[in-house]
């Protein structure tokens, strides 16, 4: 009996040796994971953007055979490497971001947002990791190619991404013939070669991009422009609400990159990004 009494003490005690265990596996897991989760399109170039293969730097598409590059895969890079983490990269829908963050999903958002009054309600921001301005992508050769006011669009067709300010902007242009939303850059640069649109609303790194990757793009630099805050025009790392100490991490991580290699960064994004979009 006494036999049968240890044997039965044994196992209940081995037992609960492998039931802490793994409780302690999940609180690393949960709370001390070694991988960075990073949400992005992997659309938006040269913020962002899919390619074939690792050349110029590229990162592993989770669950996917293909990679992502850009501006933001760098910044991510660095973060990463920072805070002694591997980069993971999740990509995801635009519109699909926030519930991905909020959901923990992911750890952080770096996907050329902008931290808006409007988004700061429902996540938290880091310091800007970018700052940029408001230009028009239009057909080269168009009657709006050199336009140098929002207002000499009038009568245009002119979209913008869905759930961006830039498609509220839009609303500043009298007379304008404003087009619905579009999903992603991919799809506004395949409606302004078509003739579908006049033009779309962008940030000037991928006005840039758009006029690399096909010479029948213009990006128009405005003298007269949109009126905006400058949180509208600056990119962050959209982070959960209450990341306190993951956001002071960061903004350490984002102190030690110079204007200038910010810049030489987005440089080499715009260098490297796919040729065909």
Request: net charge negative; proline share 3%.
């Amino acid at each position: 009996m006494r036999r049968k009494l240890f044997i039965l003490a044994a196992v209940i005690l081995v037992a609960a040796m492998m039931l802490t265990a793994c409780g302690n596996a999940k609180k690393k897991s949960d709370d001390e994971s070694d991988t960075f989760k990073v949400g992005l399109e992997c659309d938006y170039p040269p913020f962002n953007w899919t390619q074939l293969d690792d050349s110029n730097g590229a990162v592993p598409i989770s669950g996917s055979a293909e990679y992502a590059g850009g501006y933001d895969v760098e910044i991510a890079k660095r973060i990463a490497e920072g805070l002694g983490k591997e980069l993971e990269i999740v990509k995801i829908a635009w519109t699909g971001l926030e519930p991905a963050l909020t959901s923990g999903k992911i750890d952080a958002i770096i996907a050329g947002m902008s931290p808006t009054a409007d988004r700061k309600e429902r996540i938290d921001f880091s310091d800007n990791y970018y700052k940029s301005d408001l230009v028009m992508v239009v057909k080269k050769g168009s009657k709006y190619e050199n336009a140098k006011s929002i207002q000499d669009f009038k009568g245009a067709k002119i979209t913008a991404q869905l759930n961006t300010f830039h498609y509220t902007v839009i609303d500043q242009i009298e007379g304008v013939n404003k087009q619905p939303a579009m999903t992603n850059f991919a799809a506004m640069r395949v409606a302004l070669e078509s003739g579908v649109i006049d033009g779309y609303v962008s940030e000037r790194p991928e006005g840039i991009s758009a006029q690399t990757a096909n010479p029948n793009f213009k990006m128009v630099v405005f003298e007269d422009g949109f009126e905006c805050s400058d949180e509208d025009t600056a990119v962050a790392v959209g982070l959960r609400k209450g990341s306190d100490e993951l956001r002071e991490k960061i903004n350490e991580i984002l102190a030690g990159i110079s204007q200038e290699e910010r810049q030489q960064i987005m440089d080499n994004a715009i260098m490297n990004q796919p040729v065909a979009e």
